[in-house]
């Protein structure tokens, strides 16, 4: 099974940005896609982006298209997340997963998370 490891968070001022990393080891082709989610204290994962192995399609919740972007480098197995123009709501922790099933926006649609990565924008 796949094993995912985020990195790259941290604390950021708000404009800021901040790039994300996702090391999906041992990938295999039933493996279709991979998604980031965030969670804040008190709020549920919701949906950030995710991009397919294959084709590299991308997938954004409205609130963050225009100011993140998802990418994948196939040859690593990495994902990536690239965030600009942070704002203090941004403020989570972000957790790369796996894509299993179902609707791509959804949590419930992934079966394999990492341990997530803090993301603080001041203020």
């Known amino acids: 099974q796949v094993q995912l490891v985020e990195s790259g968070g941290g604390l950021v001022q708000a404009g800021g940005s901040l790039r994300l990393s996702c090391a999906a080891s041992?990938?295999?082709?039933?493996?279709?896609?991979m998604g980031w989610f965030r969670q804040a204290p008190g709020k549920e994962r919701e949906f950030v982006a995710s991009?397919?192995?294959?084709?590299?399609?991308?997938f954004y919740a409205t609130s963050m298209k225009g100011r993140f972007t998802i990418s994948r480098d196939n040859a690593k197995n990495w994902v990536y997340l690239q965030m600009n123009s942070l704002k203090p709501e941004d403020t989570a922790v972000y957790y790369c997963a796996s894509y299993y099933s179902g609707s791509l926006y959804s949590p419930s649609s992934y079966n394999h998370w990492g341990q997530g990565t803090q993301v603080t924008v001041s203020s």
């Open positions: 041992g990938r295999t082709p039933r493996d279709y896609a």
């Open positions: 991009i397919t192995w294959n084709g590299g399609s991308t």
